[in-house]
């Protein structure tokens, strides 16, 4: 059922724009810097098996997980930036890894130095099926990347281990992961290996989830536990058998991680009772769990989901990795069906949750993602501080960002043999094979800050094939031209893509002018807490007032409903270049309230100005209030 | 500097209206379920020292504390009702803990049965202190009640023990209880034996409190533990002296325990720096740290106070304890200065926080009294159920409600030998010695659902004093007359009171007349919470809206500026005689959304009428949405 497939991460180089700046200083800050921090923490150490019992700071049950996924990480840059140090870099880690494994292919360190006893004993809570997919992933990746099969090899002899210790034979554990991974990871080692064994098992992780007798009540009935359920099953998805789940429930990005890994199952298989149940999940996340900037996952009791369009925006947990697993998802679903619906969910949380992930200058990363912060509140209720981090305890959002950022160009088409498919745009060239011709396809745009992209499109001869981009749901008024002359739109568009069949030419230019003005967005009348609000957004960028530009007390400022609201670039600064949003409003006086709390309504409201600016770069600029939905006059 | 003291419980009868009604209530519905509920879960058969260890259920630290309440109340209530049973129910429980006693005076249950050997090593966790001073107020209560000494006497053997453990000689333990109230207590024992020990006692714990080096990290080390901080000193107001501290900080129960101990130290003493503490404690409190309904500590984490004008709706915490403590600290500051600052913030707990911690029919109870309540999602944030529960594990508010309600009587007046204070409008009746007289006060009024009120002052014979009357922050007009003849009150108005001199006759009438409008409240720019939201208050009565009237979407009703809001008596079911507001508002259309989440705005809302009741009644008819700040019209 994968009709479509993606044009690979080594095939785009990503240029200049938004993502060229933002890739670089992933690739020369970003990249380095969680090394580093993995290597000072002893993530990287390790893997050297040297920690004894009784030692302090014992390998963390998760920890082999970051140290995979900056390879991964590694390795896509490596792709596209060929860098020789960075490679030894990788080499060496890989090493330590390989040199690892266990005798009969086992690899994970604290279950090797920590609790050898308790391998595989408490698949629910001990993260190991996780760590193994991390590794996986980043094993195809580095094969991508160098050419060479060592690591590969290593994470298929761990994997023909995992396939002997898991199935339905006698002997077999029927039990599946706690934290979903390993099933997408599987299908990853499938295609870069062909090995049928490794789809079996990830189908069968898939299908086995949630079924009566519950494996993670038996497992912990065997440690002599009480099946004390953590959260409830569905916690880990696995409350029912995953084709009679309704809604997306749980961990958000187990839940993610999960629905990829059933796309790619399906995708593989044919499976199109899977595919419906991926499709459910779909509906209900995007049409009732996800916040405006992408994240999804609202409450940080068990960084899950709740109910439906429960959205709260200070307390938002919206983990970054979430917003990346839900990118994974959509990239699965747009591989089987070209429709806009998935992609422009992609766009969502790539121009908004997620590069508000990390900071600006490449060095801090955020956890949670909140939609509204009043500084001072959190220290009392558990939350992080609105400040981004250097690293975490748990710091499985950092290098999540590095990979995804450095795998982008991934992200950009797919592909079948006679048609591409645009799905984001970004400033980047690649060459693909269509019709049996190579074909040049180059993007030149400033997008999300411009509206304009260029399309060059250099088949090596004359060749048909159809090229269809990607109309994006935000924007209601866009034209199209090849060589200059308008396409007429309306009958090409199909699920939201623009469809351009014809025989193409060297230097032929496709232009697209997508309008962006900046629009109030409201949000659905059941998400309470948006009451009254709405949200700026221009173009797929969601804003936000700050302090910084507003002064306190953004809460009591509301828009005024005949504001022109109008973006224009900003000339220096962190905002260089960046289009801010002003507009009329009035805030609320607050003057002579001395000594009261409480007092009869009298209030007042005076003219004011506001200044709102892109999400993503909320707290850049030193801490203080801000707001995504911000009051309007009634 | 204790000039006002108050006309005890004893000597005040509440009558009919609406207190009648309740106090009716409590006396015959929630004082037996109260007890039945301490039976049933073996709070009282634990003073039978039976527990042995390896056996279940072991008596938990705070349990005697549960009993000491219930007690407490019911001697309250025998004292103005008379009532031979509950008097058997009473002192057979007072009997089993008398025989609970130690050889040495030492009562508690946990630390004889359970943990011996820790008895007094953690002051800061385990309410040793905070359980015998409840005892102790139980005592008190019993002699006032039945004229009997043998429980007082109980108390006082153990108050005379604890002296002898803490204090400041060689021998003893310069600590102090990490949950206050002990303070209280000993002044209450103090000022029914006139034991100047027990006053010194309660002074002693004032001071000390705070103090470098720290008792609690003292304490910490001596158990081998870590001193780690459980929330910081400031959870038990003792991160600083008490004389030094700025702003009410940490757990909200046992900072108004502390506050009003502080007072009563300060009443007994005359101690000025100790009475602009609690002055500075009220202003901070009251001025910033308060919730409309009078509910104060705003975060579930540490059940405590966060940050000025941090009051969130959904997730307030409001305990009902601290509402009841607020009104104890309010009640000793009105005995030092008759300010109707304080009489107001008393009665402002009791007709909208307090009352709504028990249901209608008196059988159920909220801890934690929510502004906000959207159903559904609390199951994600660790929130209690929007429902009142039969009981709590951590059973401290019920019997808190069914102490402070059987007590009212005694939070009416205040008195000088020649002068009376009227701090509540209840309907009631009091014999009291004035000017060397008797004197009789009747109160008759349908309050605060009616504007009148009626006193009857009869002295036995004609005598001249001073009648003052509170005049409610919250009323902006009244009349005043005394046998028909109107008083010109501007000039006899002094800090909200009314003062009324001369030569009372008996039968003379006062008639105050409070003028109830329907008022929009808003509350403090600095209050994010309620921007741009008004609150519905008639006399003192804060309103909230239930889904149940103005069906779901409660944060999308928007008020009319123009609309006029009419209190208007309902005339069935559980709001019979209750008026009910109503007004004109807007609803925001909700159509035309199927599958979509966030666009562009469109809204539009449609003209609609809303119905408040009164907020203590929430949550009565059913589960449903609920808020008590409303949207207004900008």
Redesign the interface.
């Known amino acids: 059922m994968r009709k479509f497939k993606p044009v690979t991460t080594n095939q785009v180089q990503v240029q200049g724009g938004f993502w060229g700046e933002r890739l670089g200083l992933n690739r020369c800050v970003t990249l380095p810097i969680e090394y580093q921090q993995c290597k000072m923490t002893g993530r990287i150490d390790a893997f050297k098996l040297d920690w004894k019992p009784g030692s302090p700071d014992p390998p963390h049950i998760f920890w082999d997980s970051d140290v995979a996924k900056w390879i991964e990480a590694a390795c896509y840059s490596i792709t596209t930036h060929p860098d020789a140090r960075l490679e030894k870099k990788i080499d060496y880690v890989v090493k330590l890894i390989s040199e690892a494994q266990q005798e009969d292919g086992y690899l994970n360190v604290h279950f090797t130095v920590v609790e050898p006893e308790k391998r595989w004993s408490n698949l629910r809570d001990q993260h190991e099926l996780y760590c193994a997919g991390h590794l996986m992933e980043a094993a195809v990746a580095h094969l991508e990347a160098t050419g060479r099969r060592e690591f590969l090899d290593v994470m298929c002899r761990y994997a023909d281990y995992i396939v002997s210790v898991f199935g339905k034979g006698r002997k077999q554990k029927r039990g599946y992961p706690g934290h979903e991974e390993i099933e997408l990871a599987l299908v990853k080692l499938y295609r870069a290996t062909g090995r049928r064994s490794y789809l079996d098992l990830a189908k069968f992780f898939v299908d086995e989830r949630g079924r009566s007798p519950h494996y993670f009540d038996r497992e912990a009935r065997e440690r002599g536990e009480d099946p004390v359920r953590f959260g409830g099953h569905d916690y880990f998805q696995a409350h029912l058998p995953v084709r009679e789940q309704e809604t997306a429930e749980g961990h958000a990005v187990r839940a993610c991680y999960l629905y990829a890994g059933m796309a790619d199952v399906a995708a593989e298989t044919g499976d199109r009772e899977l595919l419906v149940a991926c499709r459910r999940m779909w509906?209900n996340i995007?049409?009732?769990r996800?916040y405006?900037h992408g994240g999804i996952g609202s409450?940080r009791?068990?960084e899950?989901f709740?109910?439906d369009y429960?959205l709260p925006n200070e307390?938002a947990y919206a983990e970054t990795c979430a917003a990346i697993a839900l990118v994974f998802f959509a990239h699965r679903m747009v591989q089987m069906d070209t429709d806009r619906q998935y992609s422009d969910v992609m766009e969502r949380a790539l121009y908004n949750c997620i590069p508000a992930g990390v900071s600006l200058d490449g060095t801090r990363f955020f956890y949670d993602n909140y939609l509204a912060s009043?500084p001072?509140?959190h220290?009392?209720?558990?939350q992080k501080p609105p400040v981004r981090q250097e690293w975490f305890g748990c710091a499985c959002c950092p290098p999540n960002l590095a990979r995804i950022f450095a795998s982008l160009g991934g992200y950009v088409y797919t592909q079948t043999t006679r048609s591409i498919f645009v799905h984001l745009f970004i400033d980047s060239r690649t060459t693909v094979q269509l019709a049996g011709q190579q074909v040049t396809v180059t993007q030149k745009t400033e997008y999300p800050w411009d509206e304009d992209v260029q399309f060059e499109i250099s088949p090596s001869v004359p060749v048909t094939f159809t090229l269809a981009i990607r109309v994006p749901g935000w924007c209601?008024a866009y034209l199209a031209s090849v060589n200059g002359r308008p396409v007429k739109s309306k009958a090409r568009l199909r699920k939201g893509y623009l469809y351009l069949r014809r025989q193409w030419q060297k230097g032929d230019r496709i232009r697209l002018h997508l309008t962006m003005t900046v629009?109030?967005?409201?949000?659905?009348?059941?998400?309470?807490?948006n009451?009254?609000r709405?949200?700026l957004q221009r173009g797929p960028v969601v804003y936000c007032l700050e302090e910084k530009d507003n002064g306190k007390?953004?809460?009591?400022l509301?828009l005024a409903k005949d504001s022109v609201l109008v973006g224009k670039k900003h000339s220096s600064g962190v905002l260089s270049g960046i289009p801010i949003v002003r507009g009329k409003a009035?805030r609320?006086e607050?003057v002579s309230?001395k000594?009261?709390?409480?007092?009869?309504?009298?209030?007042r409201?005076q003219a004011c100005k506001i200044t709102a600016i892109p999400y993503f770069i909320w707290a850049n600029r030193g801490e203080g209030e801000m707001v995504v939905w911000i009051?309007?006059?009634?």
Chains 1, 2 share one sequence.
Do not use: C
């Open positions: 509906k995007t049409e009732k996800m405006i409450s009791f068990g899950r709740t109910i429960d307390e009043f001072g509140s220290r009392f209720t558990g209601e629009k109030r967005v409201e949000s659905h009348p059941s998400i309470r807490q009451a009254g709405v949200a007390g953004l809460n009591d509301v009035k609320r607050s309230w000594g009261t709390l409480y007092r009869p309504s009298r209030t409201y009051g309007e006059v009634v």
